[in-house]
């Protein structure tokens, strides 16, 4: 892991509290380019031990999960880490964390929410930092569709959150292009 937050060796992201849907989209990439896939997705179970006849599947199967468990724990943040520490399997530790990331609850969203209010761009870039707030702007409709976030709402958002040498000239070109909508 680096200190950027990417994983070394696989160009991706480490999971945190707001990137899981593109983190498990890349990461389900990545497994099924190892040919991982299959003992995490839960297709390929352990085979029996102590018959001589399945040796060879049952140390074909523990190296595929150990391969992909390690690449899964690898990927992760320290906070994620407390809730699959205890997963035995590469199989169990996803299920783990889509568990954590779909449950449709009030502390879900509210983790969300707080999130999506203290949004700050830092040292992203305006790109980067939008598609942040999109990315939490749609976690955040799916848990809630009854009050999803406004396009108004969207905006001020992102305004907030940039850098103070951007607020102004951002605001002051989508006035000037006559821009209505951030989500298009």
């Keep these: 892991m680096e ?3 990417h ?12 990137n899981y849907r593109l983190w498990k989209s890349c990461m389900e990439s990545y497994l099924v380019s190892e040919d991982l896939w299959d003992v995490v997705g839960g297709s390929s ?23 992909a468990d390690f ?11 407390e809730h699959v520490s205890r997963c035995t399997s590469a199989s169990s530790i996803w299920q783990a964390l889509d568990q954590l990331f779909n449950k449709k609850n009030e502390a879900r ?6 999130e999506l209010a203290n949004a700050k761009q830092g040292e992203s870039s305006i790109s980067e930092f939008f598609i942040k707030v999109k990315n939490l702007c749609s976690e955040i409709n799916t848990l809630n569709p009854e009050e999803s976030i406004s ?9 907030r959150g940039l850098r103070s040498e951007y607020i102004y000239p951002v605001c002051d070109f989508g006035s000037r292009m006559g821009y209505t909508t951030f989500l298009g």
Excluded at 7 to 18: D, K, P, R, T
């Design 7 to 18: 994983v070394v060796g696989l160009g991706m992201e480490i999971l945190n509290q707001s």
């Design 3 to 5: 200190s950027t937050g």
């Design 151 to 159: 396009e108004a709402r969207l905006k001020r958002v992102i305004i």
């Design 45 to 67: 179970t352990r085979p029996p031990t102590g018959d001589a006849a399945t040796a060879e599947a049952t140390k074909e199967w523990t190296r595929k999960n150990a391969k």
């Design 71 to 81: 690449a899964l724990k690898r990927s992760i943040s320290v906070g994620i880490f």
């Design 109 to 114: 969203l509210q983790l969300l929410e707080n």
